[in-house]
């Protein structure tokens, strides 16, 4: 079992990314399998984030153009009679971005609970969003 550091480490190395850089990590191991029949997002690409995760994030980053890497990994697997093939993509955009995204209520960031837009500003700790990485500037080659 590798300690947290050290997984970043190898994730850092693997990636060519400077790990002395200012960066952080978030990794997603479950797909959301609903992604595409409730939200028109392709499981492959979806992430899930609240507010309070994000806000976490935020503290930990030194600054605004703090780079986060999203590491979707998984294996096939099948829920509700639907298939997420497996997926080993990692997906990058500055926290202030991304803020920035979920404020002007852009189409590839959706509230959990209705499908609609939520701003940032407007959304409690627990207020989740799914989000579309494929449609972020930046995709790394995993």
Not at 86 to 112: P, Q, R
Request: aromatic share 12%; hydrophobic share 40%.
């Amino acid at each position: 079992m590798y300690e947290r550091n050290e997984l970043e480490c190898l994730f850092a190395d693997k990636h060519n990314i400077d790990a002395k850089g200012d960066w952080l990590l978030r990794v997603q191991s479950n797909p959301f399998f609903i992604a595409k029949r409730k939200y028109g997002y392709d499981i492959e690409s979806s992430i899930c984030i609240s507010k309070r995760q994000l806000k976490g994030l935020e503290e930990k980053a030194d600054c605004g153009r703090t780079i986060i890497y999203f590491c979707l990994n998984w294996g096939d697997q099948m829920r509700f009679d639907i298939l997420a093939k497996e997926v080993n993509a990692v997906y990058a955009i500055s926290i202030a971005d991304l803020i920035n995204l979920l404020e002007c209520g852009k189409s590839l960031a959706k509230n959990f609970e209705d499908g609609e837009p939520l701003s940032y500003s407007g959304a409690e700790d627990d207020d989740v969003w799914i989000i579309d990485a494929s449609k972020f500037n930046t995709k790394v080659e995993a």
